[in-house]
T-cell receptor
Framework: ETGVTQSPTHLIKTRGQQVTLRCSSQ?????VSWYQQALGQGPQFIFQ???????GRGNFPPRFSGLQFPNYSSELNVNALELDDSALYLC??????????????FGPGTRLTVL | AQSVTQLGSHVSVSEGALVLLRCNYS??????LFWYVQYPNQGLQLLLK??????LVKGINGFEAEFKKSETSFHLTKPSAHMSDAAEYFC???????????FGKGTRLSVIA
């Protein structure tokens, strides 16, 4: 069973640029959540996708957007990068269990540095 | 809104000593509670979780945590620290099974030989 994978591992961008981060969910999982982990902080929820639709969003501006594909892989797009966007971006996949607990399995993350 | 407070951003223990990492949460309903570990340059690994039932939860690598509703706490313990336990530990809470996780700021555990 393949776990959650993310690409790229590291990325350096300059302020104002756009970036796309990718996530492949674990086999059998139809839900993907994205988190931002700034240095020295806990992860913060960005948004979640379930069956290709956004299914909840945290307190992040619209320049953070996402996609989920039919194979349940996902992309996180960030436009007009700011210095404060520098962080570890974590993707987590889970099987949607109605009325139960969706245990989230995390990928290794993408380290984004904005200069 | 839910929140999680981890007391102590950095805890240092000697090898073989008791590990105690503190976590308090705010929630108006019984929550799901989690502890995750993060090693340098890696993602999050689930140590243990509380959903319902027994309040003492055992996890991987000898860790356990006790849910105390009256104290709104979910402290993580391990009887004897090992060098390999040195990492960042995060407590997290969720309102329900399908809601996003709310994390604390983390506690860095150092183990001294």
């Amino acid at each position: 069973e393949t776990g959650v994978t993310q690409s790229p591992t590291h990325l350096i961008k300059t302020r104002g640029q756009q970036v796309t981060l990718r996530c492949s969910s674990q086999s059998g999982h139809n839900t993907v959540s994205w988190y931002q982990q700034a240095l020295g902080q806990g992860p913060q929820f960005i948004f979640q996708y379930y069956r290709e639709e956004e299914n909840g969003r945290g307190n992040f501006p619209p320049r953070f957007s996402g996609l989920q594909f039919p194979n349940y892989s996902s992309e996180l797009n960030v436009n007009a990068l700011e210095l404060d966007d520098s962080a570890l971006y974590l993707c987590a996949s889970s099987p949607f269990v109605a009325g139960g607990l969706d245990e989230q399995f995390f990928g290794p993350g993408t380290r984004l540095t904005v200069l | 809104a839910q929140s999680v407070t981890q007391l102590g951003s950095h805890v240092s223990v000697s090898e073989g000593a008791l590990v105690l990492l503190r976590c308090n949460y705010s929630s108006s309903v019984p929550p799901y509670l989690f502890w995750y570990v993060q090693y340098p340059n890696q993602g999050l690994q689930l140590l243990l979780k509380y959903t319902t039932g027994a309040t003492l939860v055992k996890g991987i690598n000898g860790f356990e945590a006790e849910f105390k509703k009256s104290e709104t706490s979910f402290h993580l313990t391990k009887p004897s620290a090992h060098m390999s336990d040195a990492a960042e530990y995060f407590c997290a809470v969720a309102y329900s099974g399908n809601t996003p996780l709310v994390f604390g700021k983390g506690t860095r555990l150092s183990v001294i030989a």
